[in-house]
Antibody
């Protein structure tokens, strides 16, 4: 059974840092892209970052570029999100999600097929 | 533009059919996926690659695309289908993901 379990959330002051972790089990995590998606209180889903299987490619939403870093340790089957210079608007539930990939003709299709339960991040003084 | 738009809310009578739409330029090039989210729970994938259902998703859920509009249809809506539904696609670069703002579905 595929499981993704996030940890590391909490209350932090503006300008502070947090490191989120996501432990993967039930599948060979090193063969999948992985992503972080967040959801602010009462708001919709927002994609935050994605990382390739070997960590050689990383992509971020503009609002976190230069402040957040996505990484992975395939030996530990873990995904991370280092969050620096946190702002009030970063307050959200952060979900770890597996990205499945398929080829449809010449188009690469990607989607989030499994999600963790999320970890809460609150940025407040 | 990489934005996706959705109607904020729709309602459907029990057992009837409801269609949720998602519009965006990127849908001309990348297929949409759809996610169901119930209060206090993580999102669940219900449609991927435009019209495919993961195992365990009832066949009353179906997807389609026409031009720059993707649609999620629930045929014979059940009380347990009451939830927020989000569409997602990739942006024009193909490297980033975007979500629509979500549609709240109420089953009357």
């Amino acid at each position: 059974e595929v499981q993704l379990v996030e940890s590391g959330g909490g209350l932090v002051q503006p300008g502070g840092s947090l490191r989120l972790s996501c432990a993967a089990s039930g599948f060979t995590s090193s063969t999948y892209w992985m992503s972080w998606v967040r959801q602010a209180p009462g708001k919709g889903l927002e994609w935050v970052a994605s990382i390739k299987q070997d960590g050689s490619e990383k992509y971020y939403v503009d609002s976190v570029k230069g402040r957040f870093t996505i990484s992975r340790d395939n030996a530990k089957k873990s995904l991370y999100l280092q969050m620096n210079s946190l702002r009030a608007e970063d307050s959200a539930v952060y979900y770890c999600a597996r990205v499945d990939t398929m080829l449809r003709g010449v188009i690469i299709v990607r989607y989030f097929d499994y999600w963790g339960q999320g970890t809460q991040v609150a940025v407040s003084s | 533009s990489s934005e996706l738009t959705q109607d904020p809310a729709v309602s459907v009578a029990l057992g009837q059919t409801v269609r949720i739409t998602c519009q965006g330029d990127s849908l001309r090039y990348y297929y949409a996926s759809w996610y169901q989210q119930k209060p206090g729970q993580a999102p669940v994938l219900v449609i991927y690659d435009e019209k495919n259902r993961p195992s365990g998703i009832p066949d009353r859920f179906s997807g389609s695309t026409s031009g720059h509009t993707a649609s999620l249809t629930i045929t014979g809506a059940q009380a347990e289908d009451e939830a927020d539904y989000y569409c997602s696609s990739r942006d024009s670069s193909g490297n980033l993901f975007v979500f629509g703002p979500g549609t709240e579905v109420t089953v009357l």
